[in-house]
DNA sequence: GTCTATATCCAGATAGAC
DNA sequence: GTCTATCTGGATATAGAC
């Protein structure tokens, strides 16, 4: 595809709009769904957001799942950007520490975010293919970051989803903007932690 | 109230037939809801299930979220039968599995309800006060029988329903109908037992 | 790429006859 | 208690002019 670049410039300039306008529907439905929630999210509202027709939409998303499709993709890429990003320290507690600090914080910053990527709470909508390949890789990613602490038993890699998956939907739904599950996680992990040593054969 | 009973019995009858109907429709809403999930249920549909206009409807309810809240109130009032039910071991360990399975069977058992109880995803409905007291004792019921099995720090009863919650959630989202996160319990239990002993000062 | 016009359908809710 | 008729507004989506 890049090599179209330097043949039609034209095209390309073209193509860098759209994406930009793209991009700004995108930021809008994002500013929406963080309002007024997930499923009550509509195109005619997101296009009065952008002054636009709510016809003039379908110039860049084919359908309302499209959009839902895309702000999944988003989701997830921020999501193994801070993967990616992360730093692991050799102390296999605390490098636990900071995955769930990660996870939990990025949970717990957008409850439209996490209902979007791990619930599923909208009638007809699932990922695209393509973008439920993101989503795979920050499974992987996480796993293996596991795995590199030295755990390989997949029961246990369950049962620390177990914990963070815990904690964030419980900073969400019982203390929404506060903190009193995050401040669990470290006892959290301290519990994990005690449990599952000894515990693997890799 | 009861007192009316003996001196108006056709009143009474035409109570207790509104009350059926009220049923019948009520579990026609269950049933929908389970097929199609929460935020796809409509009274239309729902009218059509019981054989009635959509506007008949407003002689049992007096609006669509009346009978989330309806359904709010059926789903704790039966976790809350259960937990009164259940028979408390004296030994902490086999009673928290009890509960841990008590609960996290509700939850897998039905998707809709546990979004309906424990997530907040539909746009406009939050439960009424009579229909949240019931979600309380809900709630306080679990703290009474985990503080009579010795555990009283807040921050460990927070630890618990961060495991309960994710163990359901995990099952709910990654292996429905399955018994992936289920099989987890008795080693979750373990974990948090070991984890929370001589932690206590009742 | 954006608009007007339109198709088609669905939603929740109220008024009033029977 | 159930119906018909109706209000009011919303939704997704397509066709075609400019």
Redesign the interface.
Known sequence: MAKKTAIEPRRDRRHARHQATKREILDAAWQMVRV?????FSLRALARAVNMEPQSLYTYFASKNSVYDHLFADGNRELLTRFDRLEVSDDPRSALRAVANLFVTFAAEDQARY?LL???????FEPSPESYAIAVQVFSKGRAILTGLGLCND?DF??W???????S??QL?NDPGGD??V??ID??V???A??VIGNQDC
Chains 1, 2 share one sequence.
């Open positions: 007024a929630g997930v499923n009550a209902e791990f619930l599923r709470t909208i009638p007809n029961a369950d049962l989803t177990v914990l963070v998956s815990g904690l939907s419980q739904a009193r599950y401040k669990l006892d959290a301290a519990m994990f005690e449990h």
